[in-house]
């Protein structure tokens, strides 16, 4: 019963999106993947055969059950082109997609298949290989039906209780036109996606949005390039052109799974909607990623957190025409942004805010307007609102700095299988808290000042201190475990650990032990750059939490010894 501003010329769904697209641009490049071209027929033809024979494969053991409208569908895997088509084939049939981060250590891994309850796990082969062992269990514990491997026809493949991709989508193929004429009918408010982010415990949640969700951003994107074309006395552009002889592209250097930062699942929809080129890597190397720039793809943009862009601009690609560069995560320092602006020196720069809660960006902006305050992650788009609000919910007033709440279409539906942690994030007339703490100015730009919640943020991920303490807790004979953020020019802040040792075990727990530890059970970008093995009781305040501005300075101080600093 809320009312929300939304665009009105949005398409209804994902299905009825991905068919304007590819019947508007049809034979134009889609992805470039390494050697390989696909053109966004060629995606749709894949994704049509995919749908087809994920519906109606008689052999198919999936099939004993059919796979209805709503379902939800996993994907595990490293970028390729079939990732695409296995993305647009659930969204063909009205299912849910369900994007898991390829790199999880396999706890985490299990903990988000049990909490999305999906009826098909599509993988990769390497994660075909971690989950082959525990296959039957799965399906026992999690609900899942069937799994599908993405293969190639060179390898043998050799997956027991899995079914092949490259077999089972080349075996339908009369079916297929019946995926085009049987719409789903799925409404601009169902279930569209799931995405993961970590919460207070530390383990991931499993963030649900509708199709209005992820359709709002490439409005949105839209908006932010015409308002900044016209404040720099150009022509607005709302979709790519037709008439252009040369098709751009746009970098994608992370995971597809991504929504925060921001850059891969939404970037994917919104440079769909203009017909531009998506270039994907396996994994990301600058110098392997370099190769894939000219001759073969112009590159308009890239969006990515601040580390990629300076890779890319010590590895040769300072200079390049790109026409923008896009900031996801946590803005930068005023002297990152003028070395980027010296080697992109006619480049538009963009910084946008938002998290997956909030299916990406909720505001940003760029051009002149960026340059002039650098230090704020923008305005809120038209259909979105935001509030500074302090002491629960006392208003804050202009410039005093509260927690951030925001409002809008692209706001996630809860939290799946969550309510209690959805309840407490969602206020009953509608607005998200985003745990964010900062400030408005006069002009309406958002300022972020930090978190609320115990979080370091490094390279656009939010890592959990909750999460990776509980972790360090789990080694016996940790008496105490502490993380804290080291500021770091290019990363935001570095992950830091702290932990004290019972008597008993002093001079058996190193570092390197503890940290072997870690990267058995977080994913990569959360295990801490260090963990000091710190003498005596860490010191506390009178309610007993520990000060950890006191162990941030201890370990600062230590980084910087270890880098040959002091």
């Known amino acids: 019963?809320?009312?929300?501003?939304?665009?009105?010329?949005?398409?209804?769904?994902?299905?009825?999106?991905?068919?304007?697209?590819?019947?508007?641009?049809?034979?134009?490049?889609?992805?470039?993947?390494?050697?390989?071209?696909?053109?966004?027929?060629?995606?749709?033809?894949?994704?049509?055969?995919?749908?087809?024979?994920?519906?109606?494969?008689?052999?198919?053991?999936?099939?004993?059950?059919?796979?209805?409208?709503?379902?939800?569908?996993?994907?595990?895997?490293?970028?390729?082109?079939?990732?695409?088509?296995?993305?647009?084939?659930?969204?063909?049939?009205?299912?849910?997609?369900?994007?898991?981060?390829?790199?999880?250590?396999?706890?985490?891994?299990?903990?988000?298949?049990?909490?999305?309850?999906?009826?098909?796990?599509?993988?990769?082969?390497?994660?075909?290989?971690?989950?082959?062992?525990?296959?039957?269990?799965?399906?026992?514990?999690?609900?899942?039906?069937?799994?599908?491997?993405?293969?190639?026809?060179?390898?043998?493949?050799?997956?027991?209780?899995?079914?092949?991709?490259?077999?089972?989508?080349?075996?339908?193929?009369?079916?297929?036109?019946?995926?085009?004429?049987?719409?789903?009918?799925?409404?601009?408010?169902?279930?569209?996606?799931?995405?993961?982010?970590?919460?207070?415990?530390?383990?991931?949640?499993?963030?649900l949005t509708s199709h209005r969700a992820c359709l709002t951003a490439p409005f949105n994107a839209s908006f932010l390039e015409s308002r900044t074309r016209l404040r720099q006395g150009e022509p607005a552009r709302l979709e790519f052109s037709q008439n252009s002889d040369v098709q751009g592209g746009i970098l994608l250097p992370r995971i597809m799974c991504h929504i925060g930062p921001f850059a891969s699942m939404v970037r994917r929809i919104t440079c769909t909607y203009r017909g531009l080129k998506l270039v994907i890597t396996r994994t990301w190397d600058p110098l392997e990623g370099q190769y894939t720039f000219p001759p073969?793809?112009?590159?308009?943009?890239?969006?990515?957190?601040?580390?990629?862009?300076?890779?890319?601009?010590d590895h040769g690609l300072a200079g390049y025409p790109l026409e923008s560069i896009a900031f996801t995560g946590a803005t930068i320092p005023r002297s990152f942004f003028q070395s980027v602006r010296k080697?992109?020196?006619?480049?538009?720069?963009?910084?946008?805010?938002?998290?997956?809660?909030?299916?990406?960006?909720?505001?940003?902006?760029?051009?002149?307007?960026?340059?002039?305050?650098?230090?704020?992650?923008?305005?809120?788009?038209?259909?979105?609102?935001?509030r500074i609000m302090k002491d629960g919910d006392n208003e804050a007033v202009l410039g005093e700095e509260g927690e951030i709440w925001v409002r809008g279409p692209s706001i996630m539906k809860g939290y799946f299988g969550d309510p209690v942690a959805t309840d407490k994030v969602w206020t009953k007339d509608g607005w998200y808290r985003t745990g964010d703490l900062g400030n408005l100015d006069a002009q309406g730009y958002l300022c972020i000042k930090g978190r609320i919640k115990d979080i370091v943020i490094c390279g656009g991920s939010n890592i959990?201190?909750?999460w990776v303490e509980n972790v360090l807790y789990s080694v016996p004979g940790i008496s105490e475990a502490a993380l804290v953020g080291i500021p770091d020019e290019l990363m935001d802040e570095l992950a830091a650990a702290l932990v004290t040792v019972r008597p008993e075990y002093k001079g058996t727990i190193t570092e390197e032990y503890l940290l072997v530890k870690a990267e058995e059970l977080l994913p990569k970008y959360a295990v801490p750059v260090m963990i000091i093995v710190h003498d005596g009781k860490f010191e506390r305040n009178t309610s007993g939490k520990i000060l950890k501005n006191k162990l941030r300075i201890v370990a600062q101080k230590e980084w910087e010894r270890r880098k040959g600093r002091l």
């Open 343 to 386: 080697a992109f020196p006619q480049t538009t720069v963009q910084q946008v805010y938002g998290m997956t809660e909030t299916t990406a960006a909720v505001g940003g902006f760029a051009g002149r307007d960026y340059e002039a305050r650098p230090e704020s992650c923008g305005f809120m788009y038209p259909t979105n609102d935001v």
């Open 1 to 207: 019963g809320r009312q929300l501003k939304v665009w009105k010329n949005e398409p209804p769904s994902m299905r009825e999106f991905f068919l304007h697209v590819t019947k508007e641009y049809k034979d134009k490049t889609y992805v470039v993947y390494e050697e390989e071209r696909c053109s966004f027929q060629e995606i749709l033809r894949s994704s049509i055969k995919c749908a087809a024979s994920l519906f109606a494969h008689a052999g198919f053991c999936l099939w004993n059950d059919i796979l209805w409208v709503g379902d939800r569908v996993t994907i595990c895997s490293r970028n390729r082109p079939a990732y695409l088509a296995a993305f647009w084939a659930c969204h063909l049939l009205g299912a849910v997609s369900v994007l898991l981060d390829p790199l999880l250590p396999l706890e985490p891994l299990k903990h988000c298949l049990a909490l999305a309850k999906c009826t098909l796990l599509i993988l990769d082969p390497d994660r075909a290989d971690m989950i082959q062992p525990i296959a039957s269990t799965l399906k026992q514990t999690t609900g899942i039906s069937a799994y599908l491997v993405f293969n190639d026809q060179t390898t043998e493949f050799c997956w027991a209780e899995m079914d092949s991709w490259t077999t089972v989508c080349s075996e339908n193929g009369e079916g297929s036109v019946d995926i085009l004429n049987n719409d789903p009918n799925v409404l601009p408010d169902d279930d569209a996606a799931i995405f993961f982010t970590s919460g207070t415990t530390g383990l991931p949640k499993a963030v």
């Open 296 to 313: 073969y793809t112009r590159l308009l943009t890239i969006c990515s957190v601040a580390i990629v862009i300076r890779e890319l601009a």
């Open 464 to 466: 959990d201190a909750a």
